[in-house]
């Protein structure tokens, strides 16, 4: 056996190790995570953390839950992949499922987010090219998006600090700034192949659509015959207390790509698509190796039965509308929060300074959450989570945004 037994070696020892062989893309916090139950994670050293980020928004059903534990555990004795060459019993229920959900009937199952996000790219180009439109290319997306980091995806994320060392990217690619209406009215053209957007953007800093934006893309994508793909990575699948935001803000997507949370925490992505734009594709025209697999399959109908059928969606229903009042309190405790926007378990609370310092506050008082947009402090907890250990969470916050304001003053 060569495993690292890591209650023999020290936090600082795996942090060198890594340091020295690990290419360094990830300003990690000097903490090694060992366990978790629930929505506590636990360090090397035993040290309990209230985890109110989830490992970026996978473990909707929380750290270590028995049930998914039992079903990925058995399917391992089974068999974990078999590849696309064959099929396997879980892909047709789990697409069955996520049609039922979405009102998308065809699926492709992939491995993340960002290679959701590139299949909706390439199966809308993919629509054009066999209508026989081979001139409309254009991709539209909004200024403050994150759509994710592979080529493709990369083309249509805005943030230039992420951009511009990998130029030229895919193109032509026209970014509109959210909530100009008029301009994206003028950006949709009859060249426009597809838009592309967050109903809710969230490494942008927790930044919902506003329903005037959504009328006006939906108008231009109607006039225009543009597809429109909705990234709902992060905001999707009952993680605002409805199934999907962008049915919330009347969208009606021909495109949707699905991550983080589908797996409760075992890597899935999956893009959906319209009977119209899955008719355009043939066989062969992309593929995954791992994409679907048993493994897979099996984790992301536990948390879709989870969360249809066993009352996880109206949870986080009811946690958004605690999460709204507790924030709400926050704020009026702290005049450096500014704005407080999100529903469910996606919030964003935004602050008159860098928020950089008080994640590290909370992180020393044992609570995780993360900074976004520079001055958002965002929380994206399990879906899983109670009231008491949302406003146990927030009491912590509280707590860090005080030293923190006090140190600056002082
Ligand atoms: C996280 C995220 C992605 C990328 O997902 P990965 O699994 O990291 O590839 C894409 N879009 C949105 C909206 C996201 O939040």
């Avoid at 996520?98 to 009937?105: I, M, V």
């Avoid at 996000?117 to 993919?126: D, I, Q, S, Y």
């Avoid at 060249?191 to 109903?199: D, G, R, S």
């Avoid at 602050?351 to 958002?376: C, F, K, M």
């Amino acid at each position: 056996m060569t495993s690292v037994p890591t209650d023999t070696v020290s936090a600082s020892d795996i942090i060198a190790r890594e340091t020295a062989h690990v290419v360094q893309v990830y300003r990690r916090a000097p903490i090694v995570i060992t366990r978790g139950r629930g929505v506590y994670l636990y360090d090397v050293d035993g040290r309990e953390y209230l985890d109110l980020i989830s490992g970026v928004g996978v473990a909707s059903l929380g750290h270590a839950n028995p049930d998914l534990a039992r079903i990925v555990a058995e399917q391992s004795l089974e068999l974990l992949h078999c590849s696309n060459l064959f099929f396997h019993p879980y892909q047709g229920v789990l697409a069955e499922r996520l049609a039922t959900l979405s009102g998308l009937p065809r699926t492709f199952f992939c491995n993340s987010g960002s290679e959701a996000v590139e299949a909706c790219l390439k199966f809308a180009r993919r629509s054009w090219f066999t209508a026989g439109d081979r001139s409309r290319t254009g991709i539209v997306a909004l200024h403050g998006s994150f759509h994710g980091r592979t080529m493709g995806s990369l083309s249509v994320t805005a943030d230039p600090h992420y951009r511009d060392p990998f130029g030229p990217l895919l193109g032509p690619v026209t970014f509109v700034t959210p909530n100009d209406d008029a301009a994206i009215a003028t950006a949709i053209t009859p060249e426009t192949a597809v838009v592309v957007l967050e109903p809710i953007q969230g490494e942008g800093g927790v930044r919902p659509l506003s329903q005037a934006m959504a009328h006006a893309i939906s108008d231009a994508c109607q006039k225009s015959g543009a597809l429109l793909i909705a990234d709902e990575v992060q905001c999707g699948l009952g993680r605002t207390g409805r199934a999907f935001h962008s049915a919330a803000l009347g969208l009606k997507p021909d495109l949707m790509a699905l991550g983080k949370a589908l797996g409760a925490g075992v890597p899935v992505g999956a893009a959906m698509f319209s009977a119209e734009v899955a008719s355009k594709a043939a066989f062969g025209d992309h593929g995954s190796t791992y994409g679907g697999n048993l493994l897979a399959c099996r984790a992301a109908l536990v948390f879709l039965t989870e969360l249809t059928e066993r009352g996880l969606m109206e949870h986080v229903a009811e946690i958004g509308e605690h999460a709204q009042a507790t924030l709400n309190a926050l704020a009026s405790r702290h005049s450096a929060v500014t704005s407080v926007r999100g529903a469910g378990v996606m919030w964003g609370i935004e602050i008159d300074r860098p928020a950089a310092a008080v994640v590290q506050a909370a992180l020393e008082r044992g609570l995780l959450i993360n900074r976004t947009s520079d001055t958002v402090i965002r929380l994206l907890p399990p879906f899983v989570i109670t009231a008491e250990e949302f406003t146990a969470g927030i009491a912590i916050l509280d707590d860090a945004l005080t030293a923190v304001i006090e140190e600056k003053a002082s």
